[in-house]
C-alpha cells in the first residue's frame, strides 16, 4: 500500500515528513517484541483456556476475531485509555478513509475510567474545523478483566454515538496505535448487516513521537490493516 498525500515524499527517501511504509529486518524484530496481528492462535488459546478442565470438549465455539498481539506473555494488554490518557495532541498520520483532512488531531478535554470528552479537528479549505466528541469506553475483545480496548463515539449531547473506534495496535509505548473505525456502528435499522458496514483504519500517534514514529507500528498499519489498500497521510511540517 503506497500512501498518497499532497504533502510530499518519505523523509526515509530524503525529503519530508509524509512517511512510507518501511520493512524491517527480521533482525530488528526481536522475539520479545515480534507481535503478529494475526491473532488466531491467540484468541483461541485466551477464550478456550477456561473450558481446559471441563468434562464436555465437543462443545463449538464461535469466535469473531480481532487484530491483536499473540505475545501477551511480553506485552501488556491493548489498553485505549492509557493511549488517550496524555496531555498531549494525538495526530492521524495515516488513514485508509478516502477523505483527506489535512491535520487531523485529536485534544483530550476531560477523560475518566469510563469516557472522555474531546476535540477533533482538521484544516479544510485553510480554516480550523473542530467538533467537540464524546466517547464511552467499551470492550470489544478484550476480556471483562482487561482494559478497555474500544470506544462508542458521537457528538457531545447525541441521543446516539455512532461510531466505533477500536485500538487493535499498540507500542510498548503508548505512543503509536492503529484504531479501527466502524462507521455507523451503533445505529439501527441499517438495511445491511453489521460485518458490511464501512471500516476504515488511522494511524494515530501522539505529538512527541510525531517525528519519530514506532516503526513496529509503522510496519504493522502498512503490512497487515491497510495492506492493498489507499492510504492518505494527513500529518505534515505545518500542522
Known sequence: SEPTSAFGVSRYTGSSLCLQPILLKASVMTSARKRCAIAVLYF????????????DHNSTFE??????????????????????????????????????????????????????????????????????????????????????????VGKKGAPLLKHKEELVFQDLNYTCAVIKITWDANVIGIAFSYNQRKVTYDLRVR?????????????????????????????????
Not at 48 to 54: I, T
Not at 101 to 111: E, P, T, V
Not at 127 to 134: A, H
Not at 217 to 227: G, P
Open 44 to 55: 483461541i488459546l485466551r477464550m478456550l483456556a477456561p473450558f481446559s478442565l471441563a468434562d
Open 63 to 152: 469466535y469473531q476475531i480481532s487484530e491483536k498481539y499473540d505475545d501477551y506473555s511480553q506485552s501488556p494488554p491493548i489498553n485505549l485509555t492509557k493511549f488517550l490518557d496524555a496531555n498531549e495532541t494525538i495526530w492521524t498520520y495515516y488513514t485508509t478513509s478516502n477523505k483527506l483532512k489535512r491535520c487531523k488531531a485529536d485534544n483530550i478535554a476531560s477523560i475518566t475510567p469510563y469516557e472522555t470528552l474531546f476535540t477533533r479537528s482538521h484544516l479544510q479549505n485553510n480554516k480550523s474545523v473542530t467538533k467537540l466528541l464524546w466517547g464511552n469506553f467499551t470492550r470489544e475483545f478484550n476480556l471483562p478483566w482487561e482494559p478497555y480496548d474500544a470506544m462508542d
Open 207 to 239: 505529538n512527541t513521537s510525531v517525528d519519530d514514529p514506532d516503526e513496529e507500528c509503522m510496519k504493522m498499519f502498512f503490512d497487515y490493516f491497510a495492506r492493498g489498500v489507499k492510504t492518505l497521510c494527513l500529518y505534515h511540517n505545518v500542522c
